[in-house]
């Protein structure tokens, strides 16, 4: 592989997925046919006191059959930013993986971070090139959440299969149940939670997609595989413990057995 | 693109192009690089806290320049993308400083024997290993002689008697702070001081997690200086 070296009004800037098409890398999506790849998933994201909390099941589906129990849908886009997937897994994954090129890419080539917007305006736009492949059954639709390290608030995007970006104020959601998760999020959303807090209500949404809809995998304690968590805060993107999921979970067990009873 | 009726020899061509880099280079203030106990520290002497010297290339990478700013910091994006790249297509441990100081030979030499004018720029590119035998430091010089040095080199204007100092002071394993003020009395020789706001400094870290490279800001530095 050599080394790119363009002259001045020839540069592609510090644009990762155009130097990928500038030098033969392209990462286009034109298919023939129509592939019927699963879509489940529930990933959620919720503001709290200090940042955002995001929460992603661990279930991949293909038709009526669980393809894989371990697959992970929430990743550190870069240290004050997260992204959760949603859609065919595939593509997904390799979307969340140019993305985390491209703003690292760009903080090295200009010297600075890009804001929070613009790290979402990036990646409404990926969303947005993915659309033929959408169109053909392999659809990826994200959700973006981070710490506005200039404004000192969390903030989430939410967004669509044609790479329609919506800020949203207090929670976003993706995913085959995230209308369930939703609704859990919407009723037990709390201005100013603390982190033990909107974990917990992060969780009981989940919890209640997984119990209403097949696609989304809810605890498996007798596996150790418990959905992934993250908080997002000034301190930067963090993952919780694998420990500390099951033991909010313990919890919320308590509550709703004594709730059943 | 010689003249008609004059004749310049080969050798007095490489010599002109060869003295008119040095020339270039010599104006402009100079860099050290030198291990230190946990990982490799770079230290410019650079008066602007905006224009750099000093930057992050990928993981375990950093890249100096000296001379001509606009030169070296084309060069040190071309590195950017080359790694990122790299790193892409295949993995993030494949990206590598000696096949990223190949590459900037190529390209410096075939500017040096190609083009009317030549870089004015000599470069560094650093990598901390897992363990410090793995650390590597490449010095490239503007005509894309790349020169693999083992513990601590010099770039740019008064490098012999920079080197010279260095000789003199650098021992293995010294603390992060011995190696700064050891890197800035180099740089400033006995007859000047230089205080913070007259370097850059910057740090490959072998004990963080992905990305090593980390500055280190001008509170940081004076402490170290003034201690």
């Known amino acids: 592989m050599s080394m790119p070296f363009f002259t001045p009004g020839n540069d592609p800037g510090p644009d990762f997925v155009r130097l990928l098409e500038r030098t033969g890398h392209s990462v286009s999506s034109e298919l023939p046919g129509h592939i019927d790849a699963g879509h489940a998933t529930t990933v959620l994201a919720v503001r709290y006191g200090e940042g955002v909390i995001m929460a992603g099941d661990r279930r991949a589906t293909s038709g009526n059959f669980i393809s894989h129990r371990t697959i992970e849908k929430v990743f550190a886009a870069d240290r004050h930013s997260g992204v959760a997937i949603a859609g065919a897994a595939g593509p997904a994954v390799e979307m969340v993986k140019i993305f985390q090129v491209q703003l690292e890419h760009y903080e090295k080539v200009e010297g600075q971070q890009l804001s929070l917007e613009g790290k979402a305006n990036q990646l409404s736009g990926m969303v947005r090139s993915n659309l033929p492949a959408a169109m053909q059954g392999l659809a990826v639709i994200p959700i973006f959440a981070g710490y506005d390290v200039r404004r000192g608030i969390g903030r989430l995007f939410q967004f669509d299969v044609t790479g329609g970006r919506y800020e949203e104020r207090d929670h976003a959601s993706s995913g085959s149940g995230s209308l369930h998760a939703s609704t859990v999020v919407k009723l037990g959303f709390r201005e100013g939670m603390d982190a033990e807090e909107a974990v917990s209500l992060a969780l009981q949404a989940l919890w209640h997609a997984a119990d209403e809809d097949s696609a989304t995998g809810g605890p498996d304690p007798i596996r150790g595989i418990y959905p992934v968590v993250a908080a997002i805060t000034a301190d930067g993107f963090a993952r919780l413990e694998d420990s500390a999921v099951a033991s909010a979970f313990a919890s919320i067990t308590a509550d709703l057995t004594s709730e059943t009873n | ?227």
């Open chain 2, 1 to 227: 693109m010689g003249m008609p009726g004059f004749y310049v020899s080969p050798e007095q061509l490489i010599q002109d192009k060869a003295d008119f880099a040095r020339k270039g280079i010599a104006r402009g203030r100079a860099l050290v690089a030198a291990r230190y106990s946990g990982g490799i520290v770079l230290v410019a002497e650079n008066a602007s806290s905006t224009l750099r010297k000093v930057s992050e290339i990928y993981d375990r990478i950093a890249f100096g320049g000296v001379g001509r700013y606009n030169e070296f910091d084309q060069l040190r994006i071309a590195g950017v993308r080359h790694a990122d790249q790299k790193g892409f297509v295949y993995s993030r441990e494949d990206v590598d400083a000696r096949s990223l100081a190949n590459q900037y030979a190529q390209i410096m030499g075939q500017i040096f024997t190609h083009e009317m004018k030549p870089m004015e720029v000599e470069i560094l590119v650093a990598e901390i290993g897992h363990d410090p035998e793995g650390d590597r430091i490449f010095h490239i010089l503007y005509d894309g002689t790349v020169v693999d040095e083992s513990d601590y080199t010099s770039l740019g204007g008064d490098n012999d008697a920079i080197l010279g100092r260095l000789d003199e002071t650098w021992v293995p394993d010294l603390d992060l702070a011995a190696v700064v003020k050891m890197a800035s009395d180099a740089l400033s020789g006995p007859e000047r001081s230089l205080e913070a706001a007259d370097l850059e400094a910057a740090i490959l870290d072998r004990s963080n997690s992905r990305r090593c490279f980390r500055r280190i800001d001008d509170e940081a530095v004076t402490a170290i200086l003034s201690a």
